[in-house]
């Protein structure tokens, strides 16, 4: 059994209300039950956090390590583009993780096309929608079960 984290950057919380046209109709909480669905169907445990706080982000990758965390899913939302705390503290930690977005972020404005994650993740899977984070949690659980097939 291994822990995936999954975090969840500002304004996520406002999932169901938010632009719909950009992030859908489901909220946080419907995501990472579904999410919540596939890991204990891989017999993996879930812990799922969001929060509009960037050191909030920051101090749980920072207690990942000690905490046993294997794997992490991360939509940092505006930190994506923003954020060099948040890809320092990763970029220490040294887990693995695949960076998520619901929506197609190089289709979008122009300051959204730069991300300082992701030349550090696995993989990157953004715009479609909740299925941006189901793939991810099944490219996760297949790189826990078998870390030959994404490296
Ligand atoms: C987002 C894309 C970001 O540009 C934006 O700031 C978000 C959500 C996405 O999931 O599509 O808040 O990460």
Redesign the pocket.
């Known amino acids: 059994m291994a822990k995936i984290l999954t975090l969840h ?4 919380n406002l999932l169901g209300e938010r632009e719909p046209e ?2 859908g109709n489901l909220t946080l909480e419907e995501i990472n039950k579904k999410l919540g669905i596939l890991a204990m169907d891989a017999e993996h445990e879930l812990e799922t956090l969001q929060s509009n706080a960037e050191n909030v982000l920051v101090e749980r990758i920072h207690t990942a390590l000690a905490d046993g965390i294997d794997f992490m899913l991360i ?4 930190f ?2 923003t954020s060099i705390a948040l890809r320092d503290a990763i970029s220490a930690t040294k887990i693995p993780f695949i960076e ?4 197609n ?1 190089y289709s ?1 404005e122009k300051f ?1 096309q730069t991300s300082y994650f992701s030349d550090l993740a696995l993989g990157v899977i ?1 715009g479609f929608g909740l299925l ?1 984070y189901e793939m991810a949690m099944t490219a996760a659980i297949i790189h826990l079960n078998d870390s030959k097939v994404i490296e």
């Open positions: 950057g500002p304004n996520l950009h992030y939509n940092p939302a505006a994506t583009h998520i977005h619901l929506s972020i979008r959204r953004s941006s």
